[in-house]
C-alpha cells in the first residue's frame, strides 16, 4: 500500500468546524503503540477511525512519521509509553528485550501483546508469558493476534470479527474488550493469561477441526485403491498374464473416488441417526452424547465437503476417459452426489449404484481372490444408513423423538392448572 493510501482514514465523519474538531480530540482515550511495524500501521488506522487518539514510539520517529495517518503522533518509545495508559506492544518476541530501558515508565500500564510464535508452543511459555515476565510491574493482556493487518485496515466485515483476549486482570482485560467493540470486533474472554499459549497457536493451526476428516477420508481412499488393484489390476495379472498396470493412475483412482465419495457422505447422516436413536434409547435430550460421538457431529460439515470433493474429482476424472458406457454411468452418480440434498443424493447414488451392479453381485467371475465387487463393499454403510432413516421416519419413532427434542421426558410429569376460563374441573397434567 502507498505511502497516501496508508494516511487516508478508512472511515470518513460528516464536516466539523475547527473547533469542535479540537474538543473531540482531546475528549477521545490515548492509545499508545510501540512499533512501526505493517501491523502497528494498520491498527493506528483502525485506532483512529474509531474515534481514538494514538501516540506511536517509533526509534526512528523521523523516518517513521510519514508511514501513519496524519492524527497520529509518531514520537519517541520513551515519550509514547508516558503518555498512554494502554500501549500495544506491536514488536517482535526477540525485540522484548529492547523495551527494558521503559520499565519504569510502564509500571502499572497495561500492556497488549499482540505477536505470534514460528512455531506451535506446547512446552515453552507464550510470548505473553515472556512479555509479563519482563515488565513484572505492567499489567499484560493477550489480544490482537489473530486479526491480520488487513482486517484491520479494510474492516472487521472483511474479515475474522472475533478478538481473543486473556490476561490475569479482569480489570485490564475489560477496558481492551471495550476497545475492539469500538474498532467492530468481537472480544472472546479465554480467561487468564495461561491461555495465551493457545492463544498465540490458534493461527498456526492450519484447520484445526479438518484433521480428523482428512485423515478418514485418505484411510479410506487407501483401503480402497488397494482393494480395486487387487481386484482389477493384480488379478488379471496372476491369473491369465495380462498386464493391465496402465489403469493405475486414471481408472483405478477414478474407481475409487465415487466410492470414497459414497462412504464419506453415508459418515456424515450416521452420526446423527446414532444420537438419535441414543435419545430414544434414554428418553431425555438433557444428557451428553459420548466423546466419540460429540466429536463425530462437529465434523459433519468438513466430512460432507470432502465427499463433494472426491465426487468432483471423480467427475473431472470422468471425463478424462472416453465416453464408455461405464463412464457415463459413473458422472450420473457423481451428479447425483452432488445434489445438495443430502439424504436424496445418498439414496440416488445408492440405488444408482444397486441398479447397475446387482448381476455382478451374484457373478461367481466378480469375486477375484474371493473379493466381492468393490460396490459391494460401498453400499454397506449407505445402505445402513437409509435404512436407519426410513427406520426414524416411521410415525410412531417421529413423533417420540420430536417429543424428546422439544424437552419431554419419560416420567417427569409438571402438574398445572388452567386458567378459570378453561377449566374443565380435573387438574391437568404436562409432559413438558
Not at 399 to 427: M, S, V, Y
Request: charged share 15%.
Amino acid at each position: 500500500m502507498s505511502q497516501g493510501d496508508m494516511k487516508q482514514p478508512l472511515l470518513t465523519s460528516p464536516p466539523a468546524t475547527q473547533g469542535s474538531l479540537t474538543d473531540h480530540l482531546t475528549d477521545a482515550p490515548l492509545v499508545g503503540i510501540l512499533g512501526t511495524g505493517d501491523f502497528s500501521r494498520s491498527l493506528a488506522q483502525r485506532l483512529v477511525a474509531s474515534g481514538y487518539r494514538v501516540v506511536v514510539g517509533s526509534r526512528t520517529p523521523k523516518r517513521s512519521a510519514g508511514l501513519f495517518p496524519e492524527e497520529a503522533d509518531v514520537t519517541t518509545q520513551q515519550e509514547a509509553a508516558s503518555r498512554a495508559e494502554l500501549v500495544f506492544v506491536g514488536l517482535f518476541v526477540e525485540h522484548y528485550l529492547t523495551l527494558r530501558g521503559l520499565k519504569e515508565v510502564l509500571a502499572g500500564k497495561v500492556l497488549v501483546d499482540v505477536s505470534n510464535g514460528t512455531q506451535i508452543n506446547h512446552n515453552e511459555p507464550s510470548n505473553a508469558e515472556q512479555l509479563a515476565a519482563l515488565f513484572p510491574d505492567s499489567v499484560v493482556v493477550k489480544g490482537f493476534n489473530v486479526i491480520s493487518a488487513w482486517t484491520l485496515q479494510t474492516g472487521p466485515r472483511d474479515g475474522s470479527r472475533q478478538v481473543l483476549l486473556c490476561s490475569d486482570s479482569v480489570s485490564a482485560k475489560n477496558s481492551v474488550a471495550q476497545l475492539s467493540r469500538n474498532m467492530g470486533f468481537i472480544p472472546v474472554d479465554l480467561g487468564r493469561l495461561s491461555s495465551a499459549r493457545n492463544i498465540e497457536n490458534a493461527p498456526l493451526r492450519l484447520f484445526p477441526t479438518w484433521t480428523r476428516p482428512i485423515l478418514c477420508t485418505l484411510s479410506l481412499f487407501l483401503f480402497f485403491f488397494l482393494f480395486n488393484f487387487l481386484h482389477d489390476v493384480l488379478h488379471p495379472y496372476i491369473t491369465s498374464g495380462r498386464n493391465v498396470f496402465y489403469k493405475l493412475p486414471v481408472e483405478t483412482v477414478n474407481v475409487t473416488l465415487p466410492a470414497v465419495a459414497m462412504v464419506m457422505l453415508a459418515l456424515v447422516y450416521l452420526p446423527g441417526l446414532l444420537a438419535a436413536f441414543l435419545q430414544l434409547q434414554r428418553d431425555t435430550k438433557y444428557r451428553r452424547f459420548p466423546d466419540w460421538l460429540d466429536r463425530w457431529l462437529l465434523a459433519r460439515k468438513q466430512m460432507g465437503l470432502l465427499a463433494f470433493l472426491c465426487a468432483a474429482l471423480h467427475a473431472i476424472y470422468s471425463l478424462c476417459l472416453p465416453m464408455r458406457r461405464s463412464a457415463r454411468y459413473m458422472m450420473l452418480n457423481a451428479a447425483s452426489k452432488m445434489s445438495r440434498l443430502g439424504y436424496a443424493a445418498l439414496f440416488m447414488s445408492t440405488l444408482h449404484t444397486l441398479l447397475f451392479g446387482w448381476d455382478r453381485a451374484f457373478q461367481p467371475s466378480s469375486y477375484h481372490f474371493y473379493l466381492p465387487p468393490t460396490f459391494v463393499l460401498v453400499l454397506a454403510l449407505p445402505c445402513t444408513v437409509l435404512l436407519g432413516r426410513l427406520l426414524l421416519a416411521l410415525p410412531c419413532v417421529s413423533l417420540r423423538l420430536a417429543r424428546i427434542r422439544r424437552g419431554w421426558e419419560k416420567q417427569r410429569c409438571i402438574r398445572f392448572q388452567l386458567p378459570e376460563n378453561e377449566r374443565n374441573g380435573t387438574e391437568d397434567i404436562s409432559d413438558v
